[in-house]
């Protein structure tokens, strides 16, 4: 496994990164934690621990609560495992009829942001979070009301570090010029399939711009600022590994072909060729593998040992496009 360091702090992340959002179940109201779950849960920590993650990615949403509450009795049935392990969780987001009648919608004010890290942590039986991220834009967010809360939950130990996802680069500045702190990571949709982010500097000064909305100046900032970037969702959710084949236009279609030819050519699974292609551009990018399954987290390991030429990353890319290079 290949490590970062998590930009302003003395983290070291591993590459890749292991998303818990399919742990605990379903997303229906009211289920239980079954003993399955637990050892679903127990073999999917042990699987990426063997492989080297030391990054977890949570939400405070994930399967309502139980991908945290499954994680964390993993946590308190291992003495010692939290020290080994970076954990990041979101919060931000409330649904529909959380209480009943209310509708859904994001929530950044100073109570819901403390409220939701105890209750995180209380699920996840750990006494701090080393990362919080706010999960989507909140638009009636007051940056002072953020900033207080952050100020609490930091010095109360809570929470070491923060970050925000699927937030633009001018949201990231309004609420970074209310911090004392450099905000530490920005957690965005980004795969060969939804390639905003590297659209939006070759579409520049054409005669057609194909400036994907928000991204424009997202990688500059960035890598600027010291802003770590972690995709979601980087094989598509599934699209570019098989999944829902009848979603995709005719580039997206030529491009799964040509990734599974291009895998197939190297002996590995098609995630590795999706997950190479972010690994490869030097914006040093996270992905946050989607799966709770051991077998396919292997598989999007072999990422690390592809190394995509210039020429290969532009051939995907164009086939992704659906267009040639301008």
């Given amino acids: 496994m290949q490590f970062l360091p998590l930009p302003h702090t003395s983290l070291k992340v591993s590459r890749l990164c292991a998303g818990c959002m399919g742990l605990g179940g379903g997303w229906e109201a009211g289920a239980v934690l079954t003993p399955a779950l637990e050892k679903e849960a127990r073999a999917f920590v042990e699987a990426a621990l063997s492989l080297g993650i030391n990054f977890f990615d949570h939400a405070d949403i994930y399967t309502r609560g ?15 495992l939290r020290e080994r392990l970076v ?34 942590l209380e699920r996840l039986h750990t006494g701090y979070l080393d990362v919080l991220l706010l999960h989507r834009p909140d638009a009636l967010m007051e940056p002072e009301e953020v900033a207080r809360a952050f100020a609490e939950l930091r010095q ?31 957690q965005l949709e980004m795969s060969l399939l939804h390639h905003g982010f590297a659209e939006a500097g070759i579409s520049f000064n054409q005669a057609a711009p194909g400036y994907p909305d928000g991204w424009e100046g997202m990688l500059e900032y960035s890598r600027l600022k010291g802003l770590s970037l972690q995709a979601w969702s980087p094989l598509a ?24 030819q291009m895998a197939a050519a190297r002996g590995v699974a098609p995630e590795a060729i999706a997950l190479a292609w972010l690994l490869r551009h030097p914006s040093g990018i996270v992905p946050v593998l989607g799966t709770s399954k051991p077998g396919r987290l292997a598989a999007c390991a072999k990422a690390l040992d592809v190394q995509l030429s210039r020429e290969d990353w532009y051939r995907l890319f164009e086939s992704a496009r659906g267009a040639e290079m301008p």
Avoid at 109 to 118: E, F, L
Avoid at 237 to 257: D, F, S, Y
């Fill in 237 to 260: 959710h599934g699209a570019l590994v098989g999944a829902n084949p009848g979603r995709l236009t005719e580039a997206g279609r030529k491009t799964v072909e040509l990734v599974r």
């Fill in 66 to 80: 139980r991908a945290e509450e499954v994680f964390g009795r993993v946590l308190r049935d291992c003495p010692g």
């Fill in 156 to 186: 109360s130990g809570k929470v070491r570090h923060f970050g925000v996802s699927n937030h633009n680069h001018h949201q990231v500045a309004l609420l970074q010029s209310f911090l004392p702190e450099p905000l530490v990571a920005n």
């Fill in 87 to 120: 954990i990041q969780s979101k919060c931000g987001i409330l649904f529909a009829d959380t209480p009943p009648g209310t509708p859904h919608r994001f929530d950044f004010s100073h109570g819901h942001i403390t409220r939701s890290v105890d209750a995180i």
